[in-house]
């Protein structure tokens, strides 16, 4: 199967500090990775699309200074919430392409982030 | 503007009973139509996709491009199917990136 793995799966930090979440294809390549999020009770919102050896595409609205993107390998995606504030606190999840696939999208389980 | 709707944040169902989930989508072009499913405690997957036209576990979806639906649908519900539902759209035609996300159905079925 292809499973997409994220760590932490939960996060507790104070007002000002940053985090880093990973998200990593564990059984394959994924030149192509999204980060989601989630407010309770309520649909997934696309943040970023993230390629490997480039920059992340940002969606509207979505603050790139603050939400950092590296895609450093064909295995790894991660992404740093910066001087994290409490509204930064929601339900991140991400997946992945796999290279060379049928384009469906593999989801993690998801990191639950809560700033203090 | 690109939209899923999904009216129903919940439906509420008794095991044998038929179930159809709506969903409404908003785009100009071609979209390609998913439906995502989560049960309790794991991580989304995909259930099924319009252009495969097939049936999984069960539940079938057919895309109405006049009423810009594509409901799911099951005729016997089954405890096992209790789970959250997401109607997703792809603005890119032939591919499933970028996915729009409708804001989910919880269907409930008792016993």
């Known amino acids: 199967g292809a499973v997409v793995s994220q760590h932490p799966s939960r996060v507790i930090c104070k007002s000002g500090t940053s985090v880093k979440i990973e998200c990593r294809s564990l059984?394959?390549?994924?030149?192509?990775m999204f980060w989601y999020r989630q407010f309770p009770k309520q649909s997934l919102m696309l943040m970023a699309t993230?390629?490997?050896?480039?920059?992340?595409?940002?969606e509207q609205g979505v603050e790139k200074d603050k939400f950092l993107i590296n895609h450093a390998s064909l295995t790894l995606s991660t992404l740093t919430v910066t001087s994290a504030h409490p509204e930064d606190s929601s339900f991140y999840i991400c997946?992945?392409?796999?290279?060379?696939?049928?384009?469906?999208?593999?989801f993690g389980e998801g990191s639950r982030l809560t700033v203090l | 503007a690109q939209r899923v709707t999904q009216p129903e944040k919940l439906l509420s169902v008794f095991k044998g009973a038929p179930v159809e989930l709506k969903c409404n989508y908003s785009?100009?072009?071609?979209?390609?139509l998913f439906w995502y499913v989560q049960y309790s405690r794991q991580r989304l997957q995909l259930l099924l996709r319009?252009?495969s036209r097939e049936s999984i576990k069960g539940f079938t979806a057919d895309l109405n491009k006049g009423e810009t639906s594509f409901h799911l649908k099951k005729p016997f519900a089954q405890e096992e199917d209790s789970a959250m539902y997401y109607c997703a759209l792809s603005p890119r035609s032939g591919g499933y990136n970028k996915l729009i996300f409708g804001a989910g159905t919880r269907l409930a079925v008792h016993p």
């Open positions: 059984d394959f390549q994924a030149t192509t």
């Open positions: 993230s390629n490997e050896g480039s920059k992340a595409t940002y």
């Open positions: 997946s992945a392409i796999r290279d060379g696939g049928t384009g469906e999208l593999f």
């Open positions: 319009h252009i």
């Open positions: 785009y100009s072009g071609s979209p390609e």
